[in-house]
């Protein structure tokens, strides 16, 4: 395994969250691994507290934008089809940097 990340890291005094269950699971499947039973568990506990705490649910409309920190905020997607007889959805995804700026302190103003 070249590259493995905990879920939860505390760094400079604040927790980080990062959790793809697909690629976890993707990872044992290339490498011919069988998924640890107590890992599967984990897994499970954590996607039904992350479903039953979701706090935003909206379908976004045309010109709407959402933006969030990834290291804050565990967030996924709903399968998304596109409408027969309208145009396909066009997806622009945008990473941000912000140097200097402390978006946590700036956040609780």
Known sequence: VTESHPVY???????RFRY???????????????LPTM????????DDTLTEGCCFH??????????CNNSCVAHGRDAFQDVPGQPSRHLVRAWMQCHGVDLYEASKR
Do not use: P
């Open 58 to 67: 909206e379908r976004l409309e045309r010109g709407d934008i959402l933006i």
């Open 20 to 34: 793809m269950r697909h690629w976890i699971e993707t990872a044992h499947q290339k490498v011919h691994w069988r």
């Open 39 to 46: 890992l599967r568990i984990a897994m499970d506990v954590l």
């Open 9 to 15: 890291v505390t760094q400079k005094g604040r927790m």
